[in-house]
């Protein structure tokens, strides 16, 4: 048996010996302090110095992320390693307490948040295994380089194997060369998931231990404890059962126009898609093959970056621009510290991290964007994207610290894409001139309207998909990890590998969110609530016409329910938060005002695909046998995987052809 904690504490009113022991394989059941004003105290002490080391950990990782020198690196892990110090000792003050014994709801609830759920219940030895099998991975992902695709086989050239993420990302979606993009996923993927897949299953067990150790039957129970209800589960899988006859007939009408595109060489007219040709590395947002599916080409597609040239708008206009649309909802002004600290452009003197950004600093005070604005459709959006962040940051800034966060992990990028809806809308781009594209045209309504589809429908079974794996690797183990991600993959998204794969693939690994253990089913939730949220402000806004058109500028009304989510931050339940949201009617997460966004177009897509045979797809041996191995026992591994290179040697040869292996 490992001790976790042993601690002798002096309250004011009385001294208490505390053993906390917990075994890796045994339940910890928490301390025996149930002295209110002992919690109240602590509570304090941790609502102070929280904050303290929030801003000590952003300020450092704000000073790398706008310039990137070993030194600032170096300061950067120093405050990020003693916040762990911080979480660990936190944990153990917090586990001193029987939380289910206070008497206060409000400090119960506080101290079963700092206590449950808690990699820092590991012994400290595990704890630093897991912190650091983490580290490693995000270090591994961060350096995978590929080779550039070359048809050119000129032996005196060099191919330097140099390409970064952002240049596969780039390359999967402007490429509509079926070898260079079957090149890049293939690189992508045989060189990011493999190398860390014996970490990952480590990380498993571990994570696993810690869960076990907070009483969860594994880190799967633990991650939903997060959201704190029992029909979590459900609920969502209510959701994307919702969402699929959408899905299905978005799917089914892609593939006509890709099947056009690539032929039967690549796409059985009534089968599953697959995934390289999707217009994004992991096939999960199909915005970028919007030209091949454009239903009504020669219609008004929204653009407006020609407009913001001519217009001659500058990085400061655009944030100006942004910032008038919330206080035009009644919304804060930015702070002036915003103003003075924020980097709004990519400076020439120094190296940066360029990827948009809020910070919140911790301190009531700072707040910063971070993004190197080009004057441009999309900077515009990123923009109002990021200021939402920051408007959520200074409404629930007077609410304790542990209550400074978005009622549940969807919520801040929920509220934030919720704005983008009424934004990135072709009746807003025309109230502040920008597009002069009628609204009211059918044609243009339904060009708009596949373009968000391709955003935001095609995302759905993706966003839902990722944890439903990894649910799955921490219930049933991880001797079948890579067949697993491509059977929910192809069961929600009707989506397979392009090319064989075998399990000492990790293709999961190829998505940054799992080695680097970031949870993924908030951006599904996220989803939800956008439109949830949208329906919210569009009603009180007075919207009449189709969800798809409003737009909530200028509208106090909308403000107020904005304003509302906002200023609670994570105090009150986010099924309250979801209650208010709905005037009472529902605590449930739904997929209703999706759908109904997205209606007009179900009808004309139910059109386009009537005379499709299976609308949908039809998953055959083969498409199965590109993934899953005859048989799982672990020591014929070799002769399934044996097996398979036969099957598909045919396949494998003119890989090897095209990819020059
Ligand atoms: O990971 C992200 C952001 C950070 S919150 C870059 N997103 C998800 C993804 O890239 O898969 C934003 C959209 C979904
Ligand atoms: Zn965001």
Redesign the pocket.
């Known amino acids: 048996m490992e001790t976790v904690a042993i601690g002798f504490k002096c309250f004011i009113y009385f001294c208490v010996f505390i053993i906390i022991r917990a075994n890796d394989n045994e339940r910890f059941n928490g301390g025996f302090n149930t002295n209110l004003d002992d919690a109240l105290r602590f509570l304090n002490e941790y609502d102070i110095e929280a904050a303290n080391m929030c801003f000590r950990v952003s300020s450092a990782q704000w000073a790398y992320s706008t310039n990137m020198t070993d030194y600032n690196k170096r300061r950067m892990i120093e405050e990020q390693t003693l916040q762990a110090k911080f979480d660990k000792i936190t944990w153990k003050k917090a586990a001193e307490f029987d939380w289910a014994k206070i008497s206060d709801p409000i400090a119960r609830r506080q101290i079963r948040m700092l206590t449950m759920n808690n990699r820092a219940a590991l012994s400290d030895d595990k704890y630093n295994e897991i912190y650091h099998l983490i580290s490693e991975m995000k270090d591994l992902y961060a350096h995978v380089r590929i080779c550039p695709y070359v048809t050119d086989f000129n032996e005196s050239v060099s191919i330097y194997c140099d390409l970064e993420q952002n240049d596969a990302v780039k390359i999967m979606a402007d490429s509509h060369d079926n070898l260079e993009l079957l090149h890049v996923w293939k690189e992508w993927h045989d060189k990011s998931g493999p190398v860390m897949k014996n970490k990952f299953m480590r990380y498993v067990e571990v994570a696993n231990q810690a869960a076990r150790i907070n009483g969860f039957q594994d880190a799967s129970e633990a991650m939903q404890f997060t959201y704190e209800s029992a029909e979590f589960e459900d609920n969502l899988a209510q959701t994307i059962h919702q969402i699929m006859p959408l899905y299905k007939e978005l799917f089914t009408y892609v593939r006509s126009k890709l099947y056009a595109k690539y032929g039967s060489e690549i796409i059985r007219i009534d089968g599953p898609l697959p995934a390289h040709i999707l217009g994004d590395l992991w096939g999960?947002e199909w915005g970028n093959i919007y030209d091949l599916v454009i239903p009504y080409s020669g219609h008004g597609t929204v653009d407006v970056t020609a407009e913001l040239l001519r217009q001659g708008f500058t990085p400061l206009r655009v944030f100006q621009m942004a910032e008038e649309f919330y206080t035009s909802l009644g919304l804060k002004p930015m702070p002036p510290e915003f103003w003075r600290y924020s980097m709004i452009e990519k400076p020439n003197s120094r190296k940066v991290q360029c990827t948009a950004s809020a910070w919140d600093f911790c301190n009531k005070m700072d707040y910063r964007i971070k993004q190197c604005t080009e004057v441009d459709m999309k900077n515009l959006i990123a923009t109002h994207h990021e200021m939402a962040h920051i408007q959520y940051y200074l409404y629930y800034a007077d609410q304790p610290f542990i209550y400074r966060d978005g009622a549940n992990p969807g919520f801040h990028?929920g509220v934030a894409n919720a704005v983008i809806l009424s934004v990135f809308n072709p009746t807003h781009f025309y109230r502040m001139g920008l597009s002069r594209n009628r609204t009211d045209i059918y044609e243009n309504n339904i060009n708009f309207l596949m373009l968000m589809a391709l955003r935001k429908v095609a995302y759905a079974p993706f966003a839902y998909v990722v944890d439903q794996w990894r649910y799955q690797i921490f219930q049933q183990g991880v001797t079948k990890m890579n067949s697993e991600w491509w059977k929910l993959r192809l069961r929600y998204q009707g989506v397979v590998p392009p090319i064989p794969r075998f399990e000492s693939h990790f293709d999961a690994a190829a998505k940054r969110?799992i080695p680097a253990d970031i949870p993924y089913v908030k951006?599904y939730i996220a989803l939800l609530l956008e439109f949830q949220i949208h329906k919210a402000m569009c009603t009180a806004a007075g919207h009449t016409g189709p969800l798809h058109t409003c737009d909530i500028y200028r509208s106090r009304e909308a403000g107020r329910v904005l304003i509302d989510i906002l200023k609670v931050g994570k105090a009150r339940h986010w099924q309250d938060v979801v209650k208010m949201l709905t005037r009472g009617k529902s605590d449930k997460l739904s997929a209703e005002p999706l759908l109904e966004y997205f209606e007009p177009l179900l009808e004309w897509l139910k059109q386009a695909n009537k005379y499709e045979k299976v609308v949908g797809w039809m998953s055959n041996k083969k498409d199965v046998a590109l993934y899953q191995p005859l048989v799982y026992s672990k020591s014929n591994r070799n002769m399934v995987d044996i097996y398979n290179l036969i099957v598909f040697s045919v396949i494998a040869y003119k890989s090897s052809l095209v990819l020059n292996i």
């Open positions: 999960q990028e969110h951006y």
